[in-house]
């Protein structure tokens, strides 16, 4: 049973260049939130999509985008990229109708912004 | 205030030992109440749910307390293993988005 999927695991940019990550749910799974875990802190919720719609947002500016396909899989792009986007990107998957709602984590992607 | 408030810690115990980490929330709204466990540099993985009526798996014990809004993880005969960073989660009942605290550190120790 594959787990949640990200790519890649590391990059670095340079401030003001434009970066996307990509994400691959558990299998059975139709839904993809994106986090933005900083150095001491716990994550913090960017978006989620479900039916390759965006379903909610978090206080994050419109420079971070999203887009999920039709195999579930999504992306995050950042455009304008700042030295405070440097951070762990989470990607999570779970079942819309799911009555608990469980989140299950990817490895994440480490962005640098130098 | 933020959502969710937890002491972050270090907690340094001896093996053996048991542990109890508090965490409190500040939506009376919130619905689903979770604990997650994150090794450095990896990703938050699910510990477990937290009901109501409490629930227990293994040597972990979660409580929930609506009234007061606060939420509790015990754990007894700490491992080595268990060394790791505890996040308390939150979801409103209005919304999709995890609300996490910023997560209690654990070092056990021989």
């Known amino acids: 049973d594959a787990g949640v999927t990200q790519s890649p695991t590391h990059l670095i940019k340079t401030r003001g260049q434009q970066v996307t990550l990509r994400c691959s749910p558990k299998?059975?799974?139709?839904?993809v939130s994106w986090y933005q875990q900083a150095l001491g802190q716990g994550p913090q919720f960017i978006f989620q999509?479900?039916?390759?719609?965006?379903?909610q947002r978090g206080n994050f500016p419109d420079r971070f985008s999203g887009h999920q396909f039709p195999n579930y899989s999504s992306e995050l792009n950042v455009n304008a990229l700042l030295l405070g986007d440097s951070a762990l990107y989470l990607c999570?998957?779970?079942?819309?109708?799911?009555?608990?709602?469980?989140?299950?984590f990817g490895p994440g992607t480490r962005l640098t912004v130098t | 205030r933020k959502e969710v408030e937890q002491d972050p810690g270090p907690f340094n115990v001896p093996e053996g030992a048991t542990v109890a980490f508090n965490c409190t929330y500040s939506?009376?709204?919130?619905?689903?109440f979770f604990w997650y466990r994150q090794d450095c540099r990896k990703e938050p993985k699910l510990l477990m749910s937290?009901?109501?009526s409490g629930n227990e798996d293994g040597r972990f014990t979660a409580q929930l307390n609506r009234a007061s809004q606060y939420i509790s993880l015990l754990i007894r005969d700490s491992k080595l293993s268990d060394s790791a960073t505890y996040l308390c989660?939150?979801?409103?009942?209005?919304?999709?988005?995890?609300?996490f605290g910023k997560g209690t550190s654990l070092l056990v120790t021989p």
């Open positions: 999570a998957s779970s079942l819309f109708r799911q009555e608990n709602y469980e989140q299950y």
């Open positions: 299998s059975g799974h139709d839904t």
């Open positions: 999509y479900y039916e390759e719609e965006e379903r």
């Open positions: 939506n009376s709204a919130s619905q689903s």
């Open positions: 937290v009901y109501s």
């Open positions: 989660v939150v979801r409103v009942n209005s919304g999709y988005a995890l609300n």
